[in-house]
């Protein structure tokens, strides 16, 4: 019991701070400033010529079904080990339902946040350049 929680931290740790970044380009974390006050930090490596050719886009396809397949996976154990009575084997699944829970909706978070960045940014583009277009045809030569 002791080893497959360890190994679920490992796990953890692993697919945090090292695969999302390297597979996909993504990582999260928490951050505490001086008040005292928990920040949650969710980013997305910006895309590039270079970057677009080391994430290929299976690897992405791998890491995608990986983290979505674990949680499922850890449900799967949960009800089995709730419905056959095995109560001691519950505290080890319900710590991989949260820890693997925990990677898909960082990650999760870390793509949304992306694409919201990404549809800011444009019509904040679009925005100015359509009233410099209007305020442009208003002045005259």
């Keep these: 019991m002791v080893t497959i929680i360890l190994l ?6 692993a697919v945090k701070n090292v695969t999302g970044r390297l597979m996909v380009g993504l990582r999260w974390w928490n951050h505490i400033d001086e008040d005292g006050k928990s920040h949650w930090v969710f980013e997305s490596r910006k895309a590039s010529s270079q970057e677009s050719k080391t994430v290929s886009e299976a690897e992405s396809r791998i890491f995608w079904l990986g983290l979505i397949a674990c949680p499922v996976l850890w449900v799967v154990f949960a009800f089995s080990a709730l419905f056959s009575f095995r109560v001691k084997w519950l505290a080890v699944v319900i710590m991989g339902v949260v820890l693997q829970g925990a990677n898909l909706y960082g990650y999760i978070r870390c793509k949304v946040g992306s694409r919201k960045n990404l549809t800011s940014m444009a019509t904040s583009y679009l925005g100015k350049q ?7 045809d208003d002045q005259p030569s």
């Design 8 to 13: 679920l931290s490992c796990d953890f740790w």
């Design 130 to 136: 359509f009233l410099r277009q209007t305020t442009g």
